[in-house]
């Protein structure tokens, strides 16, 4: 399997609560990716990275923020969580972009209560 | 925006049986398109992907999947399934032509019955 590792595997926050999710890799891929996945919308990206400080908004960022300072680390923070936000969290890494196709993580499974 | 389309959201069929699996995306000049496998409590799984060439592509496990440009479809199939191949698989297309990003389909649950 390709080294990428999530973290947290589950977590359980108070809704209002700042949450932070890592992904890291130890591939040296350039492309990065946060997914969340939830029954009948099938994958939508949050925020993605082509590169160490280049980062940029999905089709459901709103209430997301993204950090790359690393190659090999992005976080995923929801600023203040909302029931809304409970999902599972994917996070994906690509070589040489997307036409290539993703390796994909295990997923963190996150509950806002 | 490019939309994918997977109208079953479950499939049963017997174990040695064959599966298709179908998958229609929106119309595009070009288009990359993808087929991923999930196992329970797992990441997704690369299954196969089409870019460009022969319209019949070939993945692991078995599966293969055949563009249809006339009538934008993808569909995965398979001669023989086996309970191993119970999973979720997703459809994804990636518009060509730069700056767009991938569009899943909301998944296919196979169920194989010994």
């Known amino acids: 399997d390709a080294g990428i590792t999530q973290s947290p595997r589950h977590k359980v926050t108070e809704t209002g609560t700042p949450v932070t999710l890592r992904c890291h890799q130890t591939?040296?891929?350039?492309?990065m990716y946060w997914y969340r996945q939830d029954p009948g919308h099938g994958l939508r990206l949050i925020h993605y990275?082509?590169?160490?400080?280049?980062?940029d908004k999905g089709e459901v960022s709103d209430g997301y923020s993204v950090s790359r300072s690393k190659t090999e680390d992005f976080l995923l923070t929801l600023e203040s969580a909302t029931s809304s936000q409970t999902s599972v969290y994917f996070c994906?890494?690509?070589?040489?972009?997307?036409?290539?196709?993703?390796?994909f993580g295990s997923g963190t499974r996150l509950t806002v209560v | 925006a490019q939309s994918v389309t997977q109208l079953d959201s479950q499939v049963p069929v017997f174990e040695e049986a064959p599966v298709e699996l179908r998958c229609n995306y929106s119309?595009?000049?070009?288009?990359?398109l993808f087929w991923y496998v999930q196992y329970p409590n797992q990441g997704l799984q690369l299954l196969l992907k089409?870019?460009?060439?022969?319209?019949l592509v070939k993945g692991i496990n078995g599966f293969e999947a055949e563009f249809n440009k006339s009538q934008t479809s993808f569909h995965l199939r398979k001669p023989s399934v086996h309970i191993s191949d119970t999973a979720e698989y997703f459809c994804?297309?990636?518009?060509?032509?730069?700056?767009?990003?991938?569009?899943f389909g909301t998944g296919t649950k196979l169920q194989v019955i010994p």
């Open positions: 994804a297309a990636l518009p060509g032509g730069g700056y767009q990003k991938v569009t």
């Open positions: 089409y870019l460009s060439g022969s319209t």
């Open positions: 119309s595009s000049v070009s288009v990359y």
């Open positions: 990275s082509y590169g160490v400080k280049d980062t």
């Open positions: 591939e040296n891929h350039r492309y």
């Open positions: 994906a890494i690509s070589l040489q972009g997307e036409a290539q196709g993703y390796t």
